[in-house]
């Protein structure tokens, strides 16, 4: 049930209003789009679109997107219909991609005003929103190079290669044009040697084209082993041409390492271990650029690194001095950075560029090592119980790996089941959950293994277990006679039902029962709900958290508070119930079709982060929609049939989100489930008693904790 609370309405119960509402809008006008495609760059003029290239519409009314058309050219024969006014029509083709191969995006937009009954045309120009690139490398290249590409990018990430592996040496490149492109020529000789250069050109715009052409030359001084590397640019019909020497000698760049920090092979270390590593550079022709990767996942550009990016890796544990550009030498200590290590595989990639764009690489790869087989991790704490979670450090997960657990206050370590873990081989970690624990208490725990006992501890503190007043129904008030679910002198009431609205008409749905109860002793009763009818309508008996408000005339309805505070996380709510239901005999739309069948009772729990409690006005339609409302942080519901006599239910709480904190809670129950609707069975009687909040999951079976989804 959507809402369980529109039944409160005192004043529908009184009559029937009927209306009816019109809403005066502007004339509408119809929009016929045509097009032409605009290939500047390539110096043609304006033509139609041609047939394998498909345009969509995108139309907008100020800041807001109105409407998309698939095809445009679905309007040359049925134009659409807008509200009269002033519109922009955006027109595109393709992807708008950062960078692709031969994948051209086209846009281009129009202004247009829709008159009232008349049909305009939008004549759009679209052009190539793109910058093109094209790559030609010459026979002497092609000869001397099995291996040849220039790989291409603008401001951003993506980059795409034109080149002969790849295939894409004779295709086209379109990036999107943000004012940069960048291109790298690599080129591998026959040995392996690899040889590369790069430029940079700005202003960059779009339909602008970048016609790169690479041709290999003898150096017009002589050199010996130098040749030229030639790029002509063509740049929207305006020719630049850049010059790059190459030195074809051997490499002259070394990268080395201290003793006992072998590179090229796997340095075996134990975790924390602090001893000297150093990894030094040199180049006779002096350093253009030196790249530090660390792990593949982070890259540092060290040669002119600014005093931000030099602070960052010194903090990280890296020390490295400001290399200029041209410096013949440089050293990287990365023993800090080392010794902080976590156990595990790691690597650390230095790549070096001489000012002749030489290139050498060397990688040292680590292997992390702890001197324990097993160690704790962290602890997720709730109120009764905890998700603990450990890690191993060898290839196969050690003999007798578990975890040991107490509270701080014991001297006796408790240990779980090994049975009961739940094992990750990929990330070597294991999970156990820990049961029974008492709320706002300080535990502690370890991982252990046959061989290794004496591993860190951490400390948690299990969350508070808050509870709500009155969840056995046992208190009640009458005033007049108007029941009350709560005691006089409660403060705060807590529970509320329709009885305030519903007393105009002699009316009561919800009263204490003393009979039927669950649970016998002095004093206990139990909560009875009856649809009713008052005045023609459903009026369904029910219960919530929160406070009536009053009821209104204009428009027809009534207010409410919905939630009482509440700041901890149950996992379930158990009571009991006891039903008696008829079939239902008034049915509004659009449930008509239920008449006849047999109602249904409904019992439902929500935990939300509100600001406030929600402010219900039935008059105007504004109601909690468990389904979609985003302040809802858990949610449970149940639909009830009829039993005999009293049953125990439960219904998990599904958590959709475990970061969010609780600020009120609301539980509702309603005789009728689609009383919201005014339909129901009048003479259904729901009897509710003894709710409780679970905190522990041994009290649900495994569904029911999957259900709750507290392992996301």
């Known amino acids: 049930m959507k809402r369980i609370i529109s039944y409160m309405m005192t004043a529908l119960l009184l009559l029937a209003v009927s209306c009816t509402r019109s809403l005066q809008e502007d004339g509408t006008g119809y929009l016929s789009v045509s097009l032409e495609r605009d290939d500047k760059l390539i110096l043609k003029a304006a033509q139609a679109p041609s047939d394998d290239m498909t345009f969509s519409l995108s139309v907008y009314r100020g800041a807001e997107l109105v ?40 846009e281009g937009s129009a202004e247009v005003t829709v008159p009232v009954n008349k049909t305009v045309s939008a004549q759009i120009v679209c052009t190539l929103a793109n910058v093109k690139v094209t790559a030609a490398f010459d026979d002497a290249i092609k000869d001397a190079f099995p291996e040849y590409q220039v790989t291409l990018s603008n401001s951003g990430t993506q980059t795409v290669v034109l080149g002969n592996l790849e295939g894409t040496a004779d295709k086209a490149a379109y990036l999107r044009a943000d ?22 050109f700005d202003n960059v715009k779009p339909r602008q084209y970048y016609a790169l052409n690479f041709t290999l030359e003898e150096s017009p001084e002589g050199d010996n082993g130098a040749f030229v590397i030639r790029v002509t640019v063509d740049e929207s019909m305006t020719e630049k041409e850049y010059d790059f020497v190459l030195d074809f000698t ?9 003793e006992g920090f072998n590179i090229d092979s796997v340095v075996s270390v134990p975790v924390g271990d602090a001893s000297t590593k150093i990894l030094s550079v040199s180049a006779d022709k002096g350093l253009k650029s030196l790249l530090l990767n660390l792990d593949g996942t982070k890259e540092y550009e060290l040669v002119g690194a600014s005093s931000d990016v030099l602070m960052e890796l010194t903090l990280s544990g890296i020390v490295v001095p400001y290399i200029a550009s041209g410096a013949l030498s440089a050293s990287v200590d990365v023993t800090d950075f080392v010794s902080n290590l976590s156990v595990g595989e790691h690597s650390l990639k230095i790549s070096a560029y001489d000012l002749l764009s030489h290139y ?3 990688t040292v790869n680590l ?43 014991d001297s006796q370590w408790q240990s779980v089941n090994a049975g009961s873990l739940s094992i990750d081989v990929a990330s070597k970690t294991f999970t156990a959950e820990v049961y029974s624990l008492e709320p706002s208490t300080n535990y502690e725990f370890k991982a252990v293994s046959d061989a290794t006992q004496d591993t860190k501890i951490i400390s948690f503190t299990t969350d508070a277990a808050g509870t709500v007043y009155n969840l056995s129904f046992d208190d009640w008030w009458q005033n007049g006679k108007v029941w009350y679910p709560y005691a006089s002198d409660a403060n705060p009431t807590v529970w509320d039902t329709a009885n305030g609205g519903t007393s105009i008409l002699s009316v009561y749905p919800t009263i204490p029962e003393e009979s039927n109860v669950a649970v016998s002793g002095a004093g206990k009763k139990a909560a009875r709900l009856e649809s009713k009818k008052a005045a023609g309508r459903l009026a369904a008996g029910n219960i919530y958290t929160g406070k009536f408000g009053k009821a209104s005339l204009n428009p027809v309805g009534a207010t409410l508070e919905w939630g009482t505070g509440f700041t901890s996380r149950p996992i379930a709510l158990k009571g009991w119930c006891d039903y008696r239901p008829v079939a239902i005999n008034i049915a509004n739309d659009p449930y008509t079709a239920l008449k006849g069948t047999t109602d249904v009772a409904m019992i439902q729990i929500m935990l939300t982060d509100w600001s406030a409690p929600f402010q219900i006005n039935t008059g105007n339609k504004v109601f909690v929609d468990p389904q979609t409302e985003p302040g809802i942080i858990a949610f449970g519901s149940l639909d009830v049939n009829a039993t005999s006599g009293y049953v125990e239910f439960t219904i998990p709480l599904e958590y959709r989100s475990l970061t969010r904190i609780p600020k009120y809670i609301v539980i509702a129950g309603a005789a009728s489930k689609y009383g919201d609707y005014f339909t129901g069975g009048v003479g259904s009687v729901l009897y509710l008693d003894e709710f409780r909040l679970v905190y522990d999951p041994s009290e649900l079976t495994e569904e029911q904790r999957q259900k709750v989804n507290y392992r996301q």
């Open 250 to 258: 051997e490499s002259n760049i070394a990268i080395s390492s201290n």
């Open 360 to 362: 050498q690489s060397r």
């Open 67 to 106: 409407t998309t058309v698939e095809d445009y050219r679905t309007l040359q024969t049925q134009p659409l219909e807008l509200l009269s006014g002033k519109y922009r029509v955006v027109a595109s083709s393709g992807t708008d991609a950062e960078a692709a191969i031969e994948s051209p995006y086209y």
């Open 179 to 200: 004012g940069v492109l960048r291109w790298e020529l690599s080129m591998k000789n026959s040995d392996g040697q690899v040889y590369r250069t790069s430029g940079q």
């Open 367 to 409: 292997s992390v090592m702890s001197d324990v087989e097993v160690d704790a991790v962290s602890a997720t704490p709730w109120a009764g119980f905890a998700i603990l979670k450990g890690k191993w450090f060898n290839s196969q997960a050690p003999a007798g790996m578990t975890f040991s657990y107490r509270k701080v206050s």
